[in-house]
Each structure stands twice: as structure tokens, then as C-alpha cells.
């Protein structure tokens, strides 16, 4: 299991999506403060599911989400997902590769994701657990958590050697199993209570029973005497309804006669009644021809009213007309006698004005020539003031620069003699920096000499070193390879064995079927086996039979019929033994007598039965099966079938493959069959595996053997490298503390240099510039002179043009004075005109308005004369035409007389009729009434009988229709009868309220109290298993422990030693009597210091020491990748160097990826990821792929750190894929 693949959306400063690669070997990611390097290692912490926003560098979990820019708008949620390459199935999940992600919202949702299915926090903590990885473990370390690992309690310390001694999980089974104690705990406290109360309420459960129980047996005498009583007042009622059922046939009779003279008599009403309809229609004709005459009466009469209003309308409007039309006239006069006056007026209005507009003119020409003269002056003075601002101007500035340049020569004259000072001092420090570069550079020399040779003895141990490793690789490659062959021959062999014995099974068992007999059968495979190299061939061959047997004896078939008749669960074939006769068989259509040519054909080997062997008094039944089966050599399915087909039809041809072609081209599939299952291939194997396995393990002794040699010479080359390196450190160390005191010597020599270099530059600087501010003075005081001369002149001019404006606007005033008073006058009578020209517009439209409303009076009144003559004509044809209406309505008066004396007479008869039918009703509703009152008796006695039914069925939910009245007699004695059924009332009443379910409880209850003593027993059975596995997992936990801690504690002195060069570290537990709960100290003494608490250590001893302690549980439980946030920032150069190589140790096992600033642990990565911000507040990522032959001469730290251009052999890239 290896780290694949990171992807960062919108998770701190990482706003865009970004995927970073990760490959074995070490990851470095480097770059800038600031720029977000540890938002990597967050990121990483933080979808493994980290749940404390302090521990990400946050005060609440949302501050991971993009909160925006100057440029950009915060994000909504923030999303990492975690790949992992499971081919190892490292993971306990069926998946090639594993992706977590952990997305959060800033509404504070979160969801978590595996493979893209949501899933709960906790399934992704026990998909990780005892992996090595988690947001808490050792494999993500920085440098905060380094000062947690030295500096915490001792149980917290503990969880370290816990997750390497992989007892976590371990912890959870024993958390869950004391959570399910307790909570089976309560259970039986809850189940002992409710036992209780189940128990109390059995007792009474069982008295309410036995109660339950006598009081059914007097309430079932009772209900016998009830029913024996129902059955006889059923009896009376029966023959009660039997008498009444007789008198209300015969008064059913009388009922049918009334009915038969009710009829007849509403007949004849019924003729009266259709006579009496007729005459009414025919009254209500006439009547209403009466209506409408007197309709059509009323109409003629108010149209001859409305005529008669009209005409005296129309003269009243006449009158009014006449009077109208006489004031319009005069009117119409004295508007245009005022017409003709307005007119007048305004031509005299107009003469005025013509006037006052010349006169204004005139003024407006002599106002503008006086302006354009202002004009002109003001520019004129405009100019003058602008030369003259200039010309202070400029005079101003002349001055200022006379003094700035008199103050700057008196500077330079200051600033030369201090120069003069310095020059002294540094030549004198200069001459004593000179005289020690010259002795640390012989000191230099020397140890350069020294390391020469130790880097060339070196170079020999680590050849020789690096050539017993590749050894001893190869050696424990083979020894592997070896140990894996010789497991697998056993288990191939154990596996073979197994189906051989599996087989022979089989085979007794059907040979078991014959008895005695058993003798007659025997399995095909013991008498026919293939040559060396065609077990195949006999399997294809025989592919169908599963299993198949000969036997010599005919008989036998009889038995196994019978026998397999009782257990048809076998599956076998009998093959009969018939001597060379069967070789007679032949294919169809050829003579039995000749035998078949062998065909020829170049993809033909050979045929079948030259591959085999059959014992000879088999061979005659067992030969025939095989002699036209030939064996082909290796081709296409189409290619055989296309160059054999001539050949099909006689013959059958076997392919390696197991493919069949048989007669007629009909292909069978056999398959290659497994050897394990293949019975002819089955035993050759098991006897080769057999003879193989002592010379494998012969070999792998040997191999052993040279593994132990091996490691010893390595660990003499190893330990001669370390006396080596541990002189070439020291020279080292000398050697670079003198490098760097020289360093500062020809540092400060340079800096002498350059400083007495710049002193020389800025005196001969200083000379120039001192010359030159000389020339410049006396120039500036030339041209001061010339710009007061210049001033004076351009002030004189100024004072003259001003007198002149001044006059100029006196006169330009009086005009403009003038021509306002003008220009008031012109507005005064165009006003007045306006008047004038608006009444004289009123006038002509009231005048139009008279003369129109004239003439339409005219024309109304023309028109009135001729309505008034129409209207009289009307008026006399209205007259006329009622004297004619008011003729027809007398005659239909008479007509209505006449009907309405017929219509009386028709009524008398019917009102006879009505009478008589009273009559006949009123006899018919009494015998109605006592027809009624006898049904009325017999459904009461129906309903009383009915009632006895339904009260026993209340009473005692019995259906009499169910019993049978024979079994109870009628009643001899009613009153003791009655006395006995009110005394058993009495004593069921006595008994009073019984819970007849009290029984049915009582069971329920019983069936509940043993229910529950059988889960309480569950509960003590599961309560004891609890207890005992949690005993068990203590008793694993504390030896997993116990062993893990003396590894570490081993590895840790060891890893301390390397790091330090000596020294003594110690893990001891605070408590060695209780090692499942103990916390853990560590105790370290560097060399040539007193053994002192780890707090006094200093920030790179602190490093290294809790790095000496990473690395030891490490070498226990290596993790598949580990996180190092600049974990290497407090360590120096030799202790860098004693880092990476003890860190080189775990690359074949586990991944690193880095953040760091340290150039030599640059140096070290396979792939580089440098993170820039390019844009304010957004990390971006450059990869690159670091060639190390390269990187060993310059390492790129300084052009990723300072996103300048990469060293080369670098290759940069701008995804985020290295």
C-alpha cells in the first residue's frame, strides 16, 4: 500500500482544484514562508479525519475553506481526497485503489466519501486503523507535534507504542465489548426487575383463575336453564301468532271489496273530471282573446294621449324659438361694432413698437463695439500678468537654487574631511583580517589532505559493502523463491493427495455396491495410462466418463441395476470386456471385414492409441474407443476444420487445447483439464512432486546457510564504514568550522574592499560635483539680475492698461442702462397687443357661435311644422280604429256568460261523485286500521321471539337456532322453575365482577415468565463471554505490548546512538506492575552530558531525539508513508547529514514526503513540489522531476525557495504530476 494521489478543492489557500502525485522515494515540497506548504500536510491530517480546527492552525473547522481575496470571493465548501494503491490489499477492502474524501460546507455540514459512496467518519478510521496511518499517528509529524511527542504526559506518550505494537484495534473490541457489558448490565437489571413484577403478577393471575373457572360452571348451569326457558315462552308466542295470523285473513277479505267500489265510483269522477277540463279550456280561449283586445284597446288609447302632449310640446317650442332667434340678432350686431374698434387699436400698437425696436437697435451696435474694446484690454492685461508671475517666478527659482547650490559646496567640504578619517580606519583593519585568512586557509589545506584519504577508504568499504548487500539480496530473492516452491509443492501435493483419496472414495463406494462381487469391477485408470507428455491426450479423450469401469462378466449389470436402484445419487459407466471382437466396430458404410487406412496429412501427428498403454486383457474393450482418434499439431479451430474436413466423417482428431473434432465435423470442447481434477495426470504428478521436495529443501539450507555468512561480512563492512565515517564527520565538522570562520574573514576582507573602493568613487565624485556647483553660482547670479531688470518693465505696463479698462467699463454701463429701459418698453406693448389680439379672437368666436345657433333655430322650426301636420293625421286614424275594438270586446262578454253557466253545472256533479267516494275511503281506512293492528301484533310477537334469541345471545353469545328444542322438555311446574333460576341469578350475581380472560392471562403470563428466565440466562451467558474476551484481548494486548516495547526501547537506544554519536536513551514505564495502563518516560543522556530531563535538552537535541523514537517504531511497524512538516528546521548540518541517512534506511518500505527549507534534504528527493503565490492568497503548485546525479553537484533549493528559474538538469512542469 502506497500514497497515490492528493486532491485539494478550495481547502485553506488552495482556492483552485489541485492534484499532487506522490511516487515511492522521497517527495520534497519547498517554497516561500507563507506560502502554504503545510496546508499539505494539513490537508492530508485533515481528510483522514481530524476533528480539532487548533491542531490544522484554526479556531473553528471552517477557517480550512477558502475565505476569498482582494480578487477573489470566498468558497462555499472546501474538499480533499486521499488516493491509495491497495494492490497489496493493505486496506481491508476489495478495491485496487482506495480514495478518501472529506468534504466540509460552510453551514458546517461535512460529508465523507470512500470511493465516491458516502460513508460515516468511523468507517474510515477502521478502514485505517492498525495501518500505520491516521490524522494522529506517528506517520504525520511536524514540528509542533515533535515538542507534544517530548513534552506530554506519559499516557499520552503510551499511544505511540500502542499504534506500532498494532493494539488499537485491539482497544476498540475491548471499548465496544465493556460498552456491550454495560449495556447487557442494565438489560438484566431491567430484565431482574420486570422478572419480578411478571412473578407477582402470576400468583395473581392464578387465584383470578381458579375464580374464572367456578364461576363458567354456574354461569353454564344457568345458561341451560335459559335456554330450557326461552324454548318455552318461544312455544306461546308461536301459537299466539297462529290465532292472529287467522283473523286478519278474513278482515283482508273485506278490505279487497271496499277497494273493488272505490274503484268504479273514481271512473265516473275520473269522466267528470276530463268533461269539466274541456269546458275550462274552451273559457280559457275566449278569455284570452278578451285580454288581448283589451291589450291592444289600451295601446291604441296611450298612443293617443302621447300625440295629443306632442302637439302641444311643439307649439310651446314654437313660441320659444321665435324669442331666441330675435335676441341672436341683436346680439350678433353689437359684436361687430366691437370687432371693428379692436382692430383699430392694435394697427396703433404695432406703429409704436416699430418705433422703440430702432432706437434699440442703434444702442445695441454702439454697447457691442464698447465690449469688443474690454475685451481686447483684458487680454492685453491677462498676458502682461502672466509674464509677469513668470518672470517672478523664474527669479524665485534662480534664488532658491543659488542657495541650495552654496549650501551642497559646504556639505562636500564637511563630508571630504570624515571620508579622509575612514580611508585610515579600514586600511589598519584591512592589514589584521589578512593576516588571519592566511592561517585558516593552512588549516583548511590540511584537512581538505585528511578528507581526501578517508573519502577514498570509504569509497572502498561502501563498494564492498554495496556488493555484499546486492549478494545477499540475491541469495534472499532465491531463498524466497525457494521457500514459496517448496510451499506450494506441498500444498499442490497435500491438495492432489487429497482428490486422490477423494477419488479412491468414489470408487469403493460403487465398488461397496456389488459386495462379494466387487472383484469384477475395476476403474479405467488402473488399467489404461498415458506415455510421458500425453496424460493430456487420454484426459481429452475421455472427457465425458467421469467415471468409468470394465468388468469381464455380463451378470454384473443385473446387480448394479439393483443397486442403483437404492442409491441413485452415483454416477457412473460400465464398460463390458468383450475381447479383440469389438475391434470389428466399424463406421458406417464400410465393409466390417477391412480395416481403415491411416489418413495422411501434414497437421496429423500420430494416432491415439501409440500415446497409451492398456494392460493386455483389456485392450480388446478399450482399443476400439481409441484407434480412429488421431492427435494434431497446434492450429486455428477453422484451419482444422477446413484441412480435415475430407477426413471427418471416419475419423476423430484431438487438439492440444482439448478441442475434439468428431465424426461429421461435430466439435466437442473438453477444456485442458486441471491436473488436480485430470485422474490420468493426477498420480505422475503427485510421484513428481514427491522425489522433488527433499532436494528443495537440500537447496534451501544452503541458501541459508549463505544468508548468515553474508550478513556477517556486512555487518564487519558496516561497522569499519561507521569508524570511518564517524573520522570523516569529525574532520568534517573541523573542517567546516574553519571554512566558516575563513568565510567571515574573506567576507569581511571583501567588505573592507568594497568599502574602501566606495570611499575613493565618492572623493573623486565629490571634486566633480564641487567644480561644477562653483561654475553654476556665478551663472545664477548673472541671470537674477537680468529677471529684476525684466520685472520692472512688465509692472510699469501693467498700471497704464488697467486706467484705460477702467474707462472703458464706465462707458459700456451707461449703454447697456439705456437699452434696458428701451428693451422694457418693446415687452409693454407687445404685451398690450397680445391683449388686444386675444379679445378680438373671443369676439369672432361668440360671433360664429350666434350666427351657427341662428340657423339651426331656423331649420328646428321648419321642422316642427311638418310634425305637427303628421301628428293631427295620427290622431284621427286612432279614433276611428277604437270605436271598432270597443265592438268585439261586447261580443266576447257574451261568449264568457255562456261558459262559465255550463262549467256550474258539470261541478254539481262532480262534488255528488267526491261524497260518495269519502264515504267508501273512510269504511276502507278502518279495515286499513285493523288490518294494520293485527300486523302491528304480529311482528310484536315476532319481535318478542326474537328478543329471547338476541338476549341469550347477549347474555351468553349463543345462537338458539343453533340448539336443539328436543333436548329440553316443556316446562311442568313453571313457579319451582322460576325459583330456580332466580336463586342460581342470585349466586353468579354474588360473585361479582369475574375476569373471565383470567385463564387465557394466566397462560399468556407463564408462556412471558419463562420466556424471560430463558433471555435473563442469555444475558448471564453473554455477559460471561464479554468478560472473557475482554480478559482475552488484556492478555493480547499486554504481550503485544510488552513485546513492542522492548523492540522500541531496544531500536530507540540504537537510532539514539547513530543520530548522536553516543549517548544513552531509555524508555521506562511509570507503572511496570500495571504495563495495559502504564504511562511511558523517556529518559537521555547525549555524550559528555550528565543524564538530564528532556526539557533541558535543546531545540535540536530535542529533534533528534524524538525522531531517534519515530524511527525505532518505524523499524517495528513501518508505515506506508509518513509526513515530515520541517521537522529538520533546528537541526545543523552534520546532524542533517546523520538524519537522511538514517532516513534512506526506510525508503524501500515507505514513502516520504517533506516540507523543508534545508537544501541537503532537497537534495535527497526523488520529486520536488514547490508552492508559490503567484496571486496574492492562492498557493499554486510547479513540479518538477529532480535528476540525482545532477542535484548532487547544485541543489535547486534556492530557485524553488525564491520562484526563481530551476538548476539544471531540472525539468519544470506546471501540472501538478511530478
Known amino acids: 500500500m502506497r500514497l497515490k494521489r492528493l486532491e485539494l478543492f478550495g481547502f485553506k489557500s488552495f482556492a483552485d482544484k489541485t492534484v499532487v502525485h506522490f511516487d515511492s522515494g522521497v517527495t520534497c515540497i519547498v517554497g516561500p514562508n507563507g506560502c502554504g506548504k503545510s496546508n499539505i500536510s494539513d490537508s492530508i491530517r485533515w481528510v483522514l479525519g481530524e476533528r480539532s480546527a487548533k491542531l490544522l492552525r484554526g479556531s473553528k473547522m471552517e477557517d480550512v475553506i477558502f475565505n476569498g481575496t482582494d480578487f477573489r470571493k470566498p468558497l462555499a465548501y472546501a474538499e480533499v481526497s486521499l488516493t491509495l494503491d491497495n494492490q497489496d490489499r493493505g486496506l481491508a477492502i476489495d478495491y485496487q485503489e482506495v480514495t478518501v474524501s472529506r468534504r466540509l460546507y460552510r453551514s458546517g455540514d461535512s460529508e465523507y466519501l470512500i470511493n465516491k459512496t458516502s460513508c460515516r467518519l468511523k468507517d474510515i478510521q477502521d478502514l485505517i486503523l492498525d495501518t500505520g496511518i491516521g490524522s494522529n499517528s506517528y506517520s504525520m509529524i511536524e514540528q509542533g507535534r515533535i515538542d507534544y511527542i517530548l513534552n506530554a504526559d506519559p499516557e499520552e506518550r503510551r499511544f505511540l507504542i500502542e499504534e506500532a505494537a498494532g493494539i488499537a484495534k485491539f482497544k476498540v473490541k475491548k471499548e465496544e465489548a465493556i460498552r456491550k457489558l454495560e449495556r447487557t448490565e442494565e438489560n438484566r437489571l431491567r430484565l431482574q426487575d420486570i422478572i419480578h413484577e411478571v412473578h407477582r403478577n402470576i400468583q395473581y393471575a392464578e387465584r383470578q383463575a381458579r375464580r374464572a373457572e367456578k364461576f363458567k360452571q354456574e354461569l353454564e ?141 442703434t444702442m445695441e451696435a454702439a454697447a457691442d463695439h464698447l465690449k469688443k474694446e474690454i475685451q481686447s484690454a483684458k487680454a492685453t492685461l491677462e498676458s502682461i500678468k502672466l509674464e509677469a508671475f513668470q518672470s517672478a517666478q523664474e527669479a524665485a527659482q534662480l534664488r532658491s537654487e543659488f542657495h541650495r547650490i552654496q549650501q551642497k559646496i559646504e556639505n562636500s567640504q564637511d563630508r571630504r574631511s ?137 451378470n454384473i449389470v443385473q446387480s448394479l441395476f439393483q443397486s442403483f436402484s437404492r442409491d441413485k445419487a452415483l454416477r457412473f459407466e460400465v464398460l463390458l470386456n468383450h475381447g479383440r471382437a469389438n475391434r470389428d466396430v466399424r463406421p458406417e458404410g464400410r465393409d466390417p471385414g477391412s480395416p481403415l487406412q491411416k489418413p495422411e496429412h501434414p497437421l496429423i501427428q500420430c494416432p491415439l492409441e501409440d500415446s497409451v498403454e492398456i494392460i493386455s486383457p483389456y485392450q480388446g474393450a478399450l482399443l476400439p474407443l481409441i484407434e480412429n482418434i488421431y492427435l494434431v499439431r497446434e492450429a486455428p479451430v477453422e484451419a482444422l476444420l477446413r484441412e480435415l474436413k475430407p477426413h471427418a466423417l471416419q475419423f476423430q482428431f484431438l487438439c492440444p487445447n ?82 566558516s570562520l575563513n568565510k567571515g574573514v574573506l567576507d569581511r576582507l571583501q567588505s573592507l574592499d568594497q568599502e574602501l573602493g566606495l570611499l575613493r568613487f565618492e572623493h573623486e565624485e565629490m571634486n566633480s560635483e564641487e567644480a561644477q556647483a562653483l561654475l553654476r553660482k556665478e551663472e545664477l547670479e548673472a541671470m537674477l539680475k537680468e529677471a529684476e531688470a525684466r520685472e520692472k518693465i512688465i509692472h510699469s505696463g501693467q498700471e497704464s492698461l488697467l486706467a484705460k479698462l477702467e474707462q472703458l467699463n464706465i462707458d459700456y454701463a451707461h449703454y447697456v442702462k439705456e437699452m434696458t429701459e428701451k428693451r422694457a418698453q418693446a415687452e409693454h406693448h407687445e404685451e398690450k397687443k397680445r391683449l388686444f389680439e386675444d379679445a378680438l379672437a373671443l369676439l369672432e368666436f361668440h360671433l360664429k357661435e350666434d350666427e351657427a345657433r341662428l340657423f339651426n333655430l331656423q331649420t328646428e322650426a321648419a321642422e316642427r311644422i311638418v310634425k305637427n301636420e303628421q301628428l293631427q293625421r295620427e290622431q284621427a286614424e286612432l279614433r276611428e280604429t277604437q270605436k271598432g275594438l270597443e265592438l268585439e270586446m261586447t261580443q266576447i262578454k257574451i261568449r264568457l256568460s255562456e261558459i262559465t253557466k255550463e262549467t256550474t253545472k258539470t261541478e254539481e256533479k262532480l262534488s255528488k261523485h267526491e261524497q260518495s267516494l269519502a264515504q267508501l275511503r273512510a269504511q276502507q281506512q278502518t279495515c286499513q286500521e285493523h288490518l294494520h293492528a293485527f300486523d302491528m301484533n304480529l311482528l310484536d310477537l315476532d319481535y318478542r321471539e326474537k328478543g329471547i334469541g338476541e338476549r341469550l345471545l347477549q347474555s351468553y353469545h349463543l ?72 480478559r482475552k484481548i488484556n492478555r493480547t494486548t499486554k504481550s503485544l505490548f510488552e513485546e513492542t516495547f522492548l523492540n522500541v526501547q531496544k531500536t530507540f537506544q540504537e537510532y539514539y546512538q547513530t543520530l548522536f554519536q553516543g549517548g544513552i536513551a531509555k524508555l521506562t514505564l511509570v507503572d511496570e506492575t500495571n504495563p495495559l495502563e502504564s504511562g511511558i518516560d523517556i529518559v537521555v543522556r547525549p555524550p559528555g552530558k550528565k543524564l538530564q530531563h528532556i526539557s533541558l535538552l535543546s531545540g535540536g537535541e530535542k529533534a533528534l531525539t524524538a525522531m531517534a523514537l519515530l524511527f525505532a517504531l518505524f523499524k517495528i511497524k513501518p ?52 508552492i508559490t503565490m503567484q496571486e496574492a492568497g492562492v498557493s499554486k503548485i510547479v513540479s518538477v522531476r529532480v535528476n540525482q546525479d545532477s542535484l548532487n553537484a547544485r541543489p535547486p533549493a534556492e530557485a524553488i525557495e525564491n520562484n526563481t528559474q530551476p538548476a539544471p538538469e531540472i525539468v519544470a512542469d506546471t501540472t501538478s504530476s511530478p
Open 221 to 361: 348451569k344457568l345458561k341451560e336453564l335459559e335456554i330450557q326457558k326461552a324454548f318455552h315462552e318461544i312455544s306461546i308466542l308461536r301459537a299466539e301468532k297462529i290465532k292472529r295470523e287467522d283473523e286478519r285473513t278474513h278482515l283482508q277479505a273485506q278490505v279487497l271489496g271496499l277497494e273493488s267500489q272505490v274503484q268504479q265510483v273514481q271512473i265516473a269522477q275520473k269522466e267528470l273530471q276530463e268533461e269539466l277540463r274541456d269546458i275550462l279550456s274552451r273559457f280559457k280561449t275566449v278569455e284570452t282573446e278578451r285580454y288581448a283586445l283589451e291589450s291592444k284597446k289600451d295601446q291604441f288609447e296611450q298612443r293617443g294621449h302621447y300625440v295629443e302632449e306632442k302637439l302641444l310640446e311643439l307649439a310651446a317650442r314654437r313660441g320659444q324659438m321665435e324669442q331666441e332667434s330675435t335676441l341672436l340678432g341683436t346680439r350678433i350686431e353689437k359684436s361687430r361694432l366691437e370687432l371693428a374698434l379692436k382692430q383699430k387699436d392694435i394697427a396703433e400698437l404695432l406703429t409704436q413698437k416699430s418705433e422703440i425696436l430702432h432706437v434699440q437697435q
Open 418 to 554: 570624515r571620508q579622509t578619517q575612514s580611508q585610515t580606519k579600514f586600511l589598519d583593519e584591512k592589514t589584521q583580517w589578512s593576516h588571519k585568512a592566511q592561517h585558516y586557509g593552512g588549516q583548511i589545506t590540511e584537512l581538505e589532505n585528511r578528507l581526501g584519504v578517508l573519502q577514498e577508504e570509504r569509497q572502498l568499504a561502501t563498494e564492498k559493502a554495496s556488493q555484499l548487500e546486492t549478494s545477499l539480496m540475491i541469495v534472499k530473492r532465491e531463498t524466497e523463491e525457494l521457500e514459496r516452491s517448496l510451499q506450494s509443492s506441498a500444498s499442490r501435493l497435500e491438495w492432489l493427495s487429497e482428490m486422490e483419496s477423494t477419488q479412491q472414495g468414489r470408487e469403493n463406494r460403487i465398488l461397496e455396491l456389488l459386495g462379494q462381487n466387487r472383484s469384477s469391477l475395476i476403474a479405467l485408470r488402473r488399467v489404461m495410462k498415458a506415455k510421458p507428455g500425453f496424460e493430456w491426450a487420454l484426459e481429452a479423450a475421455f472427457w465425458s466418463f467421469s467415471n468409468i469401469f470394465l468388468s469381464e462378466n455380463e
Open 658 to 739: 482439448g478441442i475434439l473434432i468428431g465424426p461429421r465435423g461435430v466439435i466437442a470442447f473438453a477444456g485442458s483439464s486441471d491436473k488436480a481434477g485430470a485422474s490420468f495426470q493426477r498420480g505422475a504428478e503427485i510421484q513428481d512432486l514427491s522425489e522433488k521436495a527433499p532436494f528443495l529443501k537440500q537447496d534451501l539450507e544452503k541458501k541459508k546457510e549463505s544468508i548468515v555468512l553474508l550478513e556477517s561480512e556486512i555487518l564487519e563492512t558496516e561497522s569499519q564504514l561507521k569508524k570511518l565515517e564517524t573520522e570523516r564527520m569529525d574532520a568534517l565538522i573541523q573542517k567546516e568550522s574553519f571554512e
Open 959 to 1030: 345462537k338458539l337456532e343453533e340448539r336443539d328444542a328436543s333436548l329440553y322438555p316443556p316446562l311442568e311446574d313453571e313457579a319451582a322453575f322460576q325459583e330456580n333460576l332466580e336463586e342460581l341469578r342470585r349466586k353468579v350475581e354474588q360473585m361479582g365482577t369475574v375476569n373471565l380472560l383470567a385463564l387465557e392471562e394466566y397462560e399468556e403470563l407463564k408462556k412471558r415468565y419463562d420466556f424471560l428466565m430463558s433471555q435473563q440466562k442469555d444475558l448471564d451467558d453473554a455477559r460471561e463471554q464479554l468478560l472473557e474476551a475482554i
Open 1119 to 1170: 508505515s506506508p508513508f509518513c509526513v515530515l512538516d520541517e521537522v529538520d528546521a533546528p537541526l545543523d548540518e552534520a546532524n542533517i547529514d546523520r538524519f537522511l541517512n538514517v532516513l534512506k534506511t526506510f525508503l524501500a518500505t515507505s514513502q516520504f514526503i517533506i516540507v523543508t527549507h534545508n537544501r541537503k534534504t532537497i537534495a535527497m528527493g526523488d520529486a520536488l513540489y514547490g
